[in-house]
């Protein structure tokens, strides 16, 4: 079964930092680009990041272009988002999630349950 | 700065057939831009009905089909069910590794 799931979400500081993870099974995880894509509490989905298969390619939205870095380790079938310098208006759940072909960057076909991010003193 | 449009709601009968739509705030969506479709309900992750303007998603239902209507991407719910009252919503593939969202539709079946 072609699985995601996310972890490392919490409560953070303004100004903080976090790392989420996203494990992937059921899928030859090296061939995909994947996606991070958040909501904040009673908004809509925000795409986020996605990197490429190889993780040489990397694309951010403005709204966290600078503070986010997002990267993968192919050997472990994981893929992570660092999010630095976290403000209020970070705070979402932040869901991973893969798209359906391999290669190419568009559309997300299976997602995880995601991981809730607070950002609050 | 690109606007994905939806309609924030519409309603439903049972039973009936609903066309949801999404465009842009400035040019016309094709199938360049590789449109999806996603529902949500309240408490829960998106789950995907349809990628690459009309490609149904694993397991999802006929009465849920995608196209492009004029200068929009569009979802037709046909047969309209209790469970498909949930926000819907498109994005579409911007290029050079970008994505964007409209910001969803509220569907009411009543």
């Known amino acids: 079964e072609v699985q995601v799931l996310e972890s490392g979400g919490g409560l953070v500081q303004p100004g903080g930092s976090l790392r989420l993870s996203c494990a992937a099974s059921?899928?030859?995880?090296?061939?995909?680009?994947m996606t991070w894509v958040r909501q904040a509490p009673g908004k809509g989905l925000e795409w986020v990041s996605l990197i490429s298969a190889s993780g040489v390619s990397t694309y951010f939205a403005d709204s966290v272009k600078g503070r986010f870095t997002i990267s993968r380790d192919n050997s472990k079938n994981t893929v992570y988002l660092q999010m630095n310098s976290l403000r209020a208006e970070d705070t979402a759940i932040y869901y991973c999630a893969k798209p359906p072909y391999a290669h190419y960057y568009y559309g997300m076909e299976v997602w995880g349950q995601g991981t809730t991010v607070t950002v609050s003193s | 700065q690109t606007v994905v449009t939806q309609e924030p709601s519409f309603s439903v009968s049972p039973g009936g057939t609903v066309t949801l739509t999404c465009g842009l705030s400035s040019g016309s969506v094709s199938t360049s831009l590789y449109p999806s479709w996603y529902q949500q309900t309240p408490g829960q992750a998106p789950r995907t009905l349809i990628y690459?303007?009309?490609t149904r998603s694993s397991g999802v239902p006929d009465r849920f089909s995608g196209s492009i209507l004029g200068k929009k991407a569009a979802l037709t719910i046909t047969g309209a069910q209790a469970d498909d009252e949930s926000d819907y919503y498109c994005v579409l593939y911007m290029g050079s590794g970008f994505s964007v969202f409209g910001g969803g539709t509220k569907l009411t079946v009543l």
């Open positions: 690459s303007t009309n």
């Open positions: 059921g899928f030859t995880f090296s061939s995909y680009a």
